[in-house]
């Protein structure tokens, strides 16, 4: 009996194991394909599990799609609010998690496309989430611990673009930089031009820290 047969005659013993599995495929099948391209059945046979039972714990692919966003959107914040909110840990973080983490990057990408720009699934939750992290970011300008001489939001975008970019676009990365997007050499260096960057996010008045562009 081949593994898909197996998958459709034989129940799962662990309910969360089998989510997680299932979760897990559907992660990268989206992130190969796109909510558009990617098939209920690759992901149940690569989870090692029937289709019936696919739906029965997550519905409907847009009910699954909605799942692996909120895993991994929740994953996220839980490591942003115990995350030092110096800019100088933050954004080498971000950037070491987007190195680790390309299927994540890819499946934004591939919603990117897909939408057009307009509603995408999850909208009005993850729109709450974003105005979050600008409140937290425009809480943290008010304290002194980021420069307030930008609007939040700009602060929030660059951030967010400093540390994704090099996975988003791993062929002009390579490029500019010479090296891959998985090269160690490229992924330590540019989170050290991360760290002493973070100096721009710093306020005014806080102890300068001159930055050298390499050329």
């Not at 005659?9 to 190969?32: D, G, H, M, Q, V």
């Not at 080498?92 to 680790?100: G, L, N, S, V």
């Not at 307009?118 to 980021?146: N, S």
């Not at 939040?152 to 994704?164: C, G, V």
């Amino acid at each position: 009996m081949t593994r898909s047969a197996r998958a459709e005659n034989t129940p799962p013993r662990n309910a969360e194991r089998s989510r997680e599995r299932i979760l897990s495929a559907a992660l990268k099948e989206f992130a190969a394909k796109g909510f558009a391209g990617a098939r209920v059945d690759v992901i149940a046979r690569q989870a090692a599990i029937n289709k019936r039972m696919l739906y029965h714990y997550f519905g409907n692919k847009e009910k699954l799609f909605r799942a692996v966003l909120q895993q991994k959107i929740a994953e996220r914040r839980s490591w942003g609010l115990n995350l030092s909110s110096d800019p100088a840990v933050r954004l080498p973080f971000w950037f070491k998690t987007a190195c680790a983490d390309a299927d994540w990057i890819r499946l934004l990408e591939w919603e990117a496309l897909q939408s057009d720009g307009q509603k995408v699934i999850d909208e009005k939750e993850r729109r709450a989430l974003a105005m979050d992290w600008v409140k937290r970011l425009r809480q943290r300008q008010k304290h002194g611990e980021v420069s307030a001489e930008f609007d939040a939001r700009h602060l929030a975008l660059a951030m967010q673009s400093l540390t994704m970019y090099p996975m988003a676009f791993p062929q002009l990365t390579r490029f500019i930089m010479g090296r891959p997007i998985d090269d160690p050499k490229f992924q330590k260096a540019h989170a050290a031009f991360l760290k002493q960057f973070a100096a721009a996010f710093r306020p005014m008045n806080a102890q300068r820290v001159k930055i050298n562009f390499a050329k």
